[in-house]
């Protein structure tokens, strides 16, 4: 198990440097001089040449490439992104407003795509074969099928032009201080991205179910008389659902592309929305480091998921 | 038994495997109907010329923003450009960036993955850390950084695409050849001396080819999806060519999405139509050339 543990972390530790290194290649590239992101632009406006050479000096601009690297990614671990080109905000300070609105569109979405998918997967896996089985499957061929930003135009166009149920986009508004406030905003978004990723967790349910089903401990509990509905849900939903549980990490990547999107259309001031504002307006520094802040997530989720696959199931231990 | 015997010496029989497949796809319903689909409106954007009474760029701001009639099918946008013609048009360019991007990463991943595969060692080695730096991009992330950085045309997007999808690719072509290099026959040609690169290509690549084209085929899917999604954005494909994803982009002004729902609304039922029938062939390839769920 530890031993595990630190081949996955010595594992990850060479692919974050070279990613990371990749980024700030990538930002060397940016047009223009790198002072530009790196200091405050206040203090930038009001600078004579030769204190802008000391401090180019001072920051490191005149050191090989590599030292710069490792300097930049010292920054970057205590926390210094640093600056937009055009608002001159500090990037982490962007990153941090922005996201917990993402957080919270995200685990709304989660939470809707797990429970319809696990429920709809397992219903199909019990009645295999079935029409509601095949039913289900095309159901979420058209599902993956429909482009996410199309199907939240409908949502947008029925449930809050036409019916005018719900708003059409925004989080926050003036007077909005709990987040009851803000929930009637939050529902579009959130069952628009959440249904579009219920199939893909529906498939795996189903076929997680299905193998459980098949297990010897089934047969068993079949065979000792216990009730039907007491075998399906009580010993086999639990197997089922430990591989369910390890997919919503899976699922991070999908949700952050998703979520790009669907915050574009619903207006849901997101670290989705900035980084299309961002790749728009052309603010290199911003979108590498968004894209490296993303990678991050995904890179800690796919460990952590790898983590608790070890802690679970003693299978997958040693190999 | 004499008569299959005979049958095999006659040829016949090798032929079954072939068949075999092609009857499983043409009996499963859902792919005939995705292939019909796909096929009907391949033709459509090929002979778009025949089919369309406007030329999908030809501006006519007197008759601007019309709802359908006998003389626009599908009405015209906001700059009086027959939609209909667009959607025509515009399904070209879609379906050759979904299709080409496909094709383009496929080969890729097939050149790289079936020697690596086969030989094994560092230069695998290499190509799987490379390939998984690629993929723990969200895929839409590092497009969208990749644009940010090249700029944005049809050509960067293509390229993008390709460089982006390759390590699926090649991932999937690895692992079936790490299995077929077990192969006796695979022991034996080695043992007559034949060249690595006959080898893995010539006779190991063709009993690889059932996953890839199902590779090939629903990453079409996936890529048509992207285009139009970034499109959409106003990233993808410049605006002043006519694509699916740039004929949705206006639907972004809440008025047009609310009353000119002829602009928007067929050519996104039409994507999502493209879009599954191209699922459907794809599952269908997959569940008659898998092995394993042969019977």
């Avoid at chain 2, 139009?228 to 494909?237: D, E, H, M, Q, R």
């Amino acid at each position: 198990m530890l031993e595990y543990i630190t081949r996955r972390t010595l594992v990850l530790i060479p692919m974050l440097l070279i990613i990371t290194f990749l980024i700030y290649a990538g930002l060397e590239l940016t047009p223009g001089d790198a002072v530009s992101f790196m200091v405050s632009p206040d203090v930038l406006a009001n600078i004579s040449p030769e204190r802008l050479e000391a401090l180019r000096e001072s920051l490191g601009l005149n050191d090989p490439f590599v030292i710069r690297y490792f300097k930049w990614l010292g920054g970057v671990l205590r926390g210094d992104f640093g600056y937009s080109l055009t608002s001159g905000v500090p990037i982490s300070k962007i990153v941090i407003d922005r996201l917990p609105a993402t957080i919270e569109l995200s685990v709304a979405a989660l939470l809707i795509s797990t429970v319809l998918g696990s429920i709809l997967g397992t219903l199909s896996a019990l009645k295999k074969g079935s029409m509601l089985d095949h039913m289900l499957t095309v159901a979420g061929m058209i599902g993956v099928s429909i482009p996410q930003f199309f199907f939240g135009l409908v949502a947008i166009l029925i449930f809050a032009l036409k019916l005018g149920w719900l708003p059409s986009g925004g989080r926050m508004m003036p007077g909005y201080d709990s987040f009851l406030d803000r929930l009637p905003h939050l529902v579009l978004p959130a069952f628009v991205l959440g249904l579009t990723m219920t199939a893909g967790v529906m498939r795996y349910a189903r076929a997680s179910m299905l193998d459980a089903l098949n297990k010897e401990f089934i047969k068993t509990a079949r065979s000792k008389g216990i009730p039907e509905w007491r075998v399906n849900f009580i010993h086999g939903f639990r197997v089922a659902l430990t591989p369910v549980i390890v997919l919503v990490g899976f699922r991070l990547p999908m949700l952050i592309g998703g979520s790009v999107i669907i915050e574009q259309i619903f207006q849901w001031p997101g670290i989705g929305k900035e980084f299309v504002a961002a790749v728009r307006g052309q603010n290199l520094p911003l979108v590498m480091m968004i894209a490296l802040f993303f990678v991050l997530a995904v890179l800690i989720a796919s460990f952590l998921v790898d983590f608790f696959t070890a802690l679970l199931d003693p299978r997958v231990k040693l190999d | 038994m004499d008569s299959i015997k005979q049958q095999e010496e006659s040829g016949i029989v090798k032929n079954k495997l072939q068949n075999r497949v092609l009857n499983k796809f043409f009996n499963n319903k859902l792919a005939l109907i995705g292939l019909v689909v796909f096929t009907f409106i391949v033709l459509a954007t090929i002979f778009a010329p025949l089919i369309c009474r406007y030329h999908p760029g030809k501006i006519d701001v007197i008759n601007a923003l019309q709802p359908p009639s006998a003389k626009h099918i599908l009405g015209t946008d906001k700059i009086g450009r027959d939609v209909f013609a667009r959607i025509v048009y515009g399904g070209r360019i879609s379906i050759l960036v979904g299709l080409g991007s496909a094709l383009g990463a496929a080969l890729i991943g097939v050149m790289i993955g079936c020697y690596a595969g086969y030989k094994g060692g560092w230069l695998d080695k290499i190509f799987m850390r490379i390939s998984e730096i690629f993929m723990s991009f969200p895929q839409i992330i590092l497009v969208l950084l990749l644009v940010s950085i090249v700029g944005q045309s049809l050509w960067n997007l293509l390229l993008i695409f390709i460089v982006t999808g390759w390590g699926s690719v090649y991932r999937l072509v690895r692992s079936q050849m790490l299995s077929i290099r077990e192969e006796e026959y695979v022991q034996a040609l080695r043992a007559f001396g034949l060249n690595d690169f006959i080898i893995c290509y010539k006779h190991m690549l063709p009993n690889a080819l059932g996953p890839i084209m199902v590779n090939i085929t629903l990453s079409t899917a996936m890529f048509i999806l992207q285009e139009t999604s970034l499109s959409f954005l106003g990233l993808g494909v410049p605006l002043n060519i006519p694509t699916w994803g740039n004929i949705l982009n206006v639907a972004q002004d809440l008025s047009i999405l609310k009353e000119n729902w002829w602009i928007w609304l067929p050519v996104g039922i039409l994507i999502s139509t493209f879009v599954l029938s191209v699922n459907f062939i794809g599952d269908g390839l997959r569940d008659s050339t898998d092995p394993t769920q042969q019977g």
